[in-house]
């Protein structure tokens, strides 16, 4: 798929790996990661959690042969509370990726947007120079601490927010303009944009077309190959539904969030609350479903 749709960045996370680690087309990957994960030795818990941070860095470096620009690699979300042992992961990461010959201004390391989280990654990007990749972020208050926090990029979740939206009220279909995760997405970058914010807003997880046409002008959008091929067939001239000029004139007003008016702010969006603790389980559970494919092939 990268090599047909040629995008700029790519982006991973455990749900992906663990379906492509399941591919006989990759199968060599999770041979090298295992062999890996051996030869360093230790428990046998210590050479799974070695095997998982090479196969996760192993696919992150088949994807920068194909593309230009950074690959995003996550964290374990077992870790989404700990800030030290998401801060340690991170550096562990990039030093695997620095033992395969790629510097880290190529990487994105994606963090869970809970507040531990979001520390995290103000000291990776302070005091370690390491690009963070907030994820699983879907309230204006992540948002908010994420600009503060001076991380180089949030993936503000669309799809996700308009599944809560059509599971738990009485409306099941929404025009893109009025889809509750366009809108959420739309203030977010807004937001970032009347205060002079650097971070980058990258939209992510569409369910369809419409919201990524609604999203036009945004800094960056993660597509995945299905919906990339359905925009491919179209050929109609979009035009930026937003944009710094007229996030400029909105009315937001700038708030200050420290650790508890986060967690007020965030725990009063119920769908945030609900979506967040549900991707954290989500990724898990897939990172424990990887690491028991691991397991076999450590153990023989």
């Not at 996760?56 to 194909?66: D, P, S, T, Y």
């Not at 950074?70 to 695997?96: C, H, N, P, W, Y």
């Not at 609350?273 to 389980?281: A, N, Q, Y």
Request: charged residues 30%; hydrophobic residues 40%; neutral net charge.
């Amino acid at each position: 798929a990268i090599d047909e749709y040629k995008p700029l960045d790519a982006t991973t996370n455990p749900s992906l790996i663990l379906a492509a680690a399941q591919m006989p087309a990759y199968q060599e990957l999770v041979d090298d990661a295992v062999a890996y994960g051996k030869k360093l030795g230790g428990s046998e818990e210590e050479q799974i959690k070695n095997a998982c941070d090479k196969l996760f860095v192993l696919f992150g470096a088949e994807i920068l042969k194909r593309i230009p620009g950074r690959v995003s690699t996550e964290v374990d979300a077992r870790l989404s509370f700990d800030k030290e042992g998401m801060i340690q992961r991170a550096r562990r990461l990039i030093d695997l990726y620095k033992e395969a010959g790629i510097g880290k201004d190529r990487i994105l390391i994606k963090l869970s947007s809970t507040w531990e989280g979001i520390q995290a990654g103000k000291v990776l990007e302070a005091e370690y120079g390491i690009h963070c990749n907030m994820t699983l972020l879907f309230s204006f208050a992540q948002a908010v601490a994420c600009a503060e926090a001076g991380v180089t990029l949030i993936s503000p979740f669309v799809g996700r927010i308009l599944d809560w939206y059509v599971a738990n009220g009485d409306k099941k279909v929404y025009e893109p303009s009025e889809d509750p995760g366009v809108k959420s997405v739309t203030k977010i970058y807004n937001y970032y944009k009347k205060f002079g914010y650097k971070t980058i807003v990258m939209g992510a997880s569409f369910r369809n077309t419409g919201e990524i046409k609604a999203l036009t002008g945004c800094d960056y959008l993660t597509i995945s190959p299905k919906l990339l091929a359905e925009l491919s067939k179209e050929y109609v001239k979009l035009t930026p539904t937003l944009s710094i000029k007229e996030a400029q004139a909105c009315q937001l007003e700038k708030i200050h969030l420290d650790e508890k008016a986060f967690r007020w702010l965030h725990n009063e969006d119920q769908m945030a609350v609900e979506k967040l603790s549900d991707g954290i389980r989500k990724f898990a559970a897939d990172a424990i479903k990887l690491e028991r494919m691991l397991k076999v092939d450590v153990m023989s």
